[in-house]
């Protein structure tokens, strides 16, 4: 039993992944970091561009891509650095248009209210984006949920129930306590999150 989850967030703070991102137009998918004499050295590859991203250096090129570096102290805020203080290793990184995109696997569902809840105080909005549970007893039934079916509002009354504990058994938080923190009534609450349940459930029982 596992979980696996993605968090994005459109600003990640002074990240120089993301801001190459944002920089260049291109899309991040390839990023490695190391920690050498007190200094973390990361380099992520791109499609090939005319002069390197602010604060990073060229390191390599040709046809297909260049790898790009640069280097911080440990104490600048980091992101993704946050997500590991947990003991949850970062094994994906995706950077878009200025967007961040960190995939990990939390121990369990508590670790990740706490990490989402400790990304959210420091660096403000994000949305989970990925969440799956794995059960090596189960029969494999993969089922691809499209989230953006969902409006803005109806994620966010999704997410802020399911942090709250309002799906959990006994629940940790009740319809008027979770409206409450959306500054919404118990009723609008209702609302969004039955379109947003109906729209997720049509995904996962339809053949």
Do not use: W
């Amino acid at each position: 039993m596992g979980l696996e989850a993605a968090v994005r967030i459109a600003d990640p703070g002074a990240c120089p992944v993301a801001n190459a991102s944002d920089q260049t137009g291109a899309r991040i998918e390839s990023v490695t970091r190391s920690s050498a004499a007190g200094t973390v050295i990361e380099e992520f590859e791109i499609d090939s561009c005319e002069t390197a991203p602010d604060g990073t250096e060229a390191v390599f090129s040709d046809d297909r891509y260049s790898v790009y570096r640069f280097e911080r102290e440990p104490e600048t805020p980091c992101f993704c650095e946050r997500i590991e203080e947990f003991g949850c290793p970062v094994v994906d990184i995706h950077a878009d248009a200025g967007e961040l995109r960190v995939l990990f696997r939390p121990t369990d569902v508590e670790t990740l209210k706490q990490i989402v809840s400790a990304l959210r105080e420091e660096f403000g909005s994000l949305r989970l984006e990925h969440l799956v549970q794995s059960d090596e007893n189960a029969k494999r039934d993969s089922v691809v949920v499209d989230r953006g079916k969902l409006t803005d509002r109806q994620r966010e009354v999704l997410e802020t129930a399911y942090e709250m504990g309002y799906f959990e058994h006994p629940k940790g938080a009740n319809a008027q306590t979770v409206a409450a923190a959306l500054d919404i009534t118990p009723t609008t609450f209702a609302e969004h999150l039955s379109a947003a349940q109906s729209k997720l459930l049509k995904s996962v029982v339809e053949k």
